[in-house]
């Protein structure tokens, strides 16, 4: 997640872009790509806040965690008192305030079933809102794209973090039949996500000659999605 974010923020020629006032006008795909990974980047962050780091319901939230996921919630396009970047900074700060206590053994990471499946279960239903502004959602051709994107950063970070659970929550998935081949077969949708990069974004007919992307990265989406879903409730 650090990474992730580090990325988006520092790492990125420009930076942050949907707050640019300027360049932001002129590089929409980047600026929806962003949007999606800071929405995913929320719904993982409440998790680890809400069930993955605590014993149970009587056990506090991390304070860390609760900063990281109030400034998350910031406005994607505040140009300044506070601006975007500034305050995905200072999550991402607090993010690694936590991995700190993480290390030292001050707090705990609780590898439950029924954190997985909580985790899981958010991630299907994040989804769900991208699959349906992908297929059920006519649009126009200039804003294909932006679906397109939001959809490839939302995927993206989903697609590392599951990376992260099929080591982690090995045991609890291989408990559950087929729980590892399906977790297999999720990642391996999200990775061919990742492989699907046109140069440009188009919107055909589906029985066209020409490409619909929206429909071509909705397929592996809406199978990772209906696989989540039974995973979480296994």
């Known amino acids: 997640m650090i990474k992730i974010m580090?990325?988006?923020?520092?790492?990125?020629?420009?930076?942050?872009?949907?707050?640019?006032?300027?360049?932001?006008?002129?590089?929409?795909?980047?600026?929806?790509?962003?949007?999606?990974?800071?929405?995913?980047?929320?719904?993982?962050?409440?998790?680890?806040?809400?069930?993955?780091?605590?014993?149970g319901d009587a056990?506090?939230?991390?304070?860390?965690?609760e900063l990281a996921l109030n400034l998350f919630m910031n406005k994607s396009t505040s140009f300044w008192f506070p601006s975007a970047e500034s305050s995905y900074g200072e999550a991402v700060d607090h993010l690694k305030k936590f991995l700190?206590?993480?290390?030292?053994?001050?707090?705990?990471?609780?590898?439950?079933?029924?954190?997985?499946?909580?985790?899981?279960s958010?991630?299907?239903?994040?989804?769900?809102?991208?699959?349906?502004?992908?297929?059920?959602?006519?649009?126009?051709?200039f804003k294909v794209d932006d679906y397109f994107y939001y959809a490839k950063g939302v995927s993206h970070v989903i697609y590392e973090i599951l990376r992260v659970v099929r080591v982690g929550y090995q045991t609890q998935l291989a408990s559950t039949m087929y729980g590892l081949d399906m977790m297999d077969t999720v990642l391996h949708?999200?990775?061919?996500?990742?492989?699907?990069?046109?140069w440009i974004i188009l919107d055909s007919d589906l029985g066209s000659i020409f490409?619909?992307?929206?429909?071509?990265?909705?397929?592996?989406?809406?199978?990772?999605?209906?696989?989540l879903g039974i995973l979480s409730q296994l």
Do not use: C
């Open 211 to 227: 490409a619909n992307h929206r429909a071509n990265i909705n397929a592996p989406l809406s199978e990772a999605t209906h696989l």
């Open 59 to 65: 056990d506090t939230y991390d304070p860390d965690l």
């Open 100 to 120: 700190a206590k993480l290390e030292s053994g001050q707090r705990s990471f609780y590898y439950r079933r029924d954190n997985l499946v909580a985790l899981l």
């Open 6 to 55: 580090e990325h988006e923020l520092y790492g990125r020629t420009l930076g942050w872009r949907p707050n640019d006032i300027i360049i932001g006008r002129f590089t929409d795909n980047i600026n929806n790509y962003q949007l999606g990974v800071l929405e995913a980047m929320r719904f993982t962050t409440l998790r680890l806040k809400d069930s993955l780091t605590r014993m």
């Open 122 to 141: 958010a991630y299907k239903d994040i989804l769900g809102n991208v699959n349906k502004s992908l297929v059920f959602s006519p649009v126009s051709w």
């Open 189 to 198: 949708e999200f990775y061919r996500v990742e492989g699907i990069d046109p």
